[in-house]
């Protein structure tokens, strides 16, 4: 899972005598070269325009995670039943035309938090099929990150927003896959560096709802997003407590909201998404 050998095939081995590897290139010595300096450039442009290597590991880590699940397209031919490009499961097709499938996703990831020099691991699983995403060692644990999952917006609840799978632990991945049991990958615990925790887009009690959400008009969003613990959360209790905060912030800001907003969702990870009206 070395996201340097991008020129190797990992599905392409040869075995003679199930002693000597053989390993299948994909592209000859001169086209590697070209994606390598390629490459090279465009990291040295993105980590000098944004200044990088100056900025906390937690924002790294995010702006890495951004830069792959707001900018990136799944392969559409995959999705549809068919078979991927070779780029699809490399770096190449993300950095040419910034499509790939998760475990191309997951190497560049991998290869961003490299040149960070941030601990990170390509993991596999299975969700229907074999599925790849990443942990990242911070502040002495591992957490999960799905660049992939967090990129469709028609995919696994993907109306909830592109943070849903980002600093997770095991529990909350579980909730959607299998981890590798053969592989002895770190143990995660705890939400504490999700995106919902870290921003206080959370609460824990249902009473407290409303007001949450009348907090979050008086910034005039485009959105708002929320993390519910409390189990008693239903549709009933959510449309109450956005109709009542809205009313409450119409009537003594005397604004309203245009528009038809759209409410997402999810009992499973318990994240609830109002995507406001202009």
Not at 67 to 81: E, F, K, P, T
């Given at each position: 899972?070395?996201?340097?050998?991008?020129?190797?095939?990992?599905?392409?081995?040869?075995?003679?005598?199930?002693?000597?590897?053989?390993?299948?290139?994909?592209?000859?010595?001169?086209?590697?070269?070209?994606?390598e300096n390629q490459i090279k450039k465009t990291l040295m442009h993105f980590f000098d325009d944004y200044q990088i290597l100056k900025l906390p590991k937690y924002n790294q880590i995010l702006i890495f995670h951004n830069?792959?699940?707001?900018?990136?397209?799944?392969?559409?031919?995959?999705?549809?039943?068919g078979s991927g490009k070779d780029e699809d499961y490399n770096i190449i097709g993300f950095f040419q035309g910034k499509v790939a499938v998760c475990y191309g996703f997951s190497l560049v990831f991998k290869l961003l938090c490299d040149y960070s020099g941030i601990n990170c691991l390509v993991i596999r699983g299975k969700t229907k099929g074999n599925h790849a995403w990443n942990m990242v060692e911070y502040d002495g644990g591992f957490y999960h990150i799905d660049t992939t999952w967090d990129l469709l917006e028609d995919h696994n609840d993907g109306k909830l927003g592109i943070?849903?799978?980002?600093m997770v632990d095991d529990l909350w991945i579980k909730k959607s896959?299998?981890?590798?049991?053969?592989?002895?990958?770190?143990k995660s615990y705890g939400l504490q560096y999700t995106y919902y925790v870290r921003n206080?887009?959370?609460?824990?009690?249902?009473?407290?709802?409303?007001?949450?959400?009348?907090?979050?008009?008086?910034?005039?969003?485009?959105?708002i997003?929320?993390?519910?613990?409390?189990?008693?959360?239903?549709?009933?209790?959510?449309?109450?407590?956005?109709?009542?905060?809205?009313?409450?912030?119409?009537?003594l800001n005397n604004y309203n909201f245009k528009g038809k907003c759209d409410k997402y969702w999810s009992s499973k990870y318990g994240i609830v998404r109002i995507i406001l009206g202009g």
């Open positions: 899972d070395n996201p340097s050998f991008f020129y190797l095939s990992p599905y392409k081995l040869s075995y003679v005598n199930n002693k000597q590897i053989y390993f299948n290139y994909l592209y000859d010595k001169t086209t590697t070269l070209n994606y830069c792959i699940s707001s900018l990136a397209n799944y392969d559409q031919i995959v999705s549809s039943g943070y849903k799978f980002f896959r299998t981890i590798n049991a053969i592989a002895n990958y770190p206080k887009y959370m609460i824990n009690d249902i009473s407290n709802l409303s007001q949450y959400f009348y907090e979050r008009l008086k910034e005039y969003p485009n959105e997003i929320v993390y519910v613990t409390d189990k008693r959360l239903n549709w009933e209790i959510i449309n109450h407590s956005y109709k009542k905060a809205s009313d409450k912030f119409r009537r």
